[in-house]
């Protein structure tokens, strides 16, 4: 089956540093990958989407300044936390999106920023 | 505005008992409904998904019950087992797309 890599699984850093977590789709290309973050015990929230090659779309409320995307090739998309503060700590999941089957999830990135 | 609202958030079931997770959806264009199952640390994982054409899928232990007139939708999972204990989600999308809207989702504990 599909498999979406997502690294790295969990990541510490120092308030006011950046975090880079990248998603791979390992054996397809993924047309879309979407972002989003979940905190305990609640719904996935769509950060954003992505498609290859353009600009992400954000939803609503989220700063695109401080979540950047970068979705460079067919198999990678990247999200960087910058200025990452306390309140950034939350789970973070992609998915990728080849455009004619369900979504292929990654196993998260739990951001800790202390 | 909440599309799929989904229940209970909790649920606590015996070994070998029935677990059933009920959602209900507003937006008569959905038309692809799955159902994901997430592990503490880990992404959701597709677990079985139905379209509005039948009226019931069953995939082993776990069977999706679909009343497309009254615009709900259930997860039954026959002879729970610990290992099942995890958080459900349903989900609904439109237009082929499959970009999922998400219940709130619900925590299942199966005691041995």
């Known amino acids: 089956g599909a498999v979406v890599s997502q690294h790295p699984s969990w990541v510490i850093c120092k308030s006011g540093t950046s975090v880079k977590i990248e998603c791979r789709s390992l054996?397809?290309?993924?047309?879309?990958m979407f972002w989003y973050r979940q905190f305990p015990k609640q719904s996935l929230m769509l950060m954003a989407t992505?498609?290859?090659?353009?600009?992400?779309?954000?939803e609503q409320g989220v700063e695109k300044d401080k979540f950047l995307i970068n979705h460079a090739s067919l198999t990678l998309s990247t999200l960087t936390v910058t200025s990452a503060h306390p309140e950034d700590s939350s789970f973070y999941i992609c998915?990728?999106?080849?455009?004619?089957?369900?979504?292929?999830f990654g196993n998260g990135t739990r951001l800790t920023v202390t | 505005q909440q599309q799929v609202k989904q229940s209970p958030q909790s649920l606590i079931v015996q070994k070998g008992g029935i677990s059933i997770i009920n959602c209900a959806y507003e937006?008569?264009?959905?038309?692809?409904f799955p159902w994901y199952q997430q592990f503490p640390g880990k992404g959701p994982a597709l677990l079985i998904a139905?379209?509005?054409?039948?009226s019931e899928k069953k995939e082993g232990r776990f069977t999706i019950s679909f009343n497309k007139s009254a615009k709900q939708f259930s997860l039954h999972i026959m002879d729970s087992q610990p290992g099942d204990s995890a958080t459900y989600f349903c989900?609904?999308?439109?237009?082929?797309?499959?970009?999922?809207?998400f219940g709130r989702g619900t925590s299942l504990i199966v005691h041995p």
């Open positions: 998915s990728a999106y080849a455009g004619n089957s369900p979504l292929h």
């Open positions: 054996d397809f290309q993924a047309t879309t």
């Open positions: 992505s498609n290859e090659g353009s600009k992400a779309t954000y």
């Open positions: 937006n008569t264009a959905f038309d692809y």
């Open positions: 139905i379209r509005p054409d039948v």
């Open positions: 989900a609904a999308s439109t237009g082929g797309s499959y970009i999922p809207t």
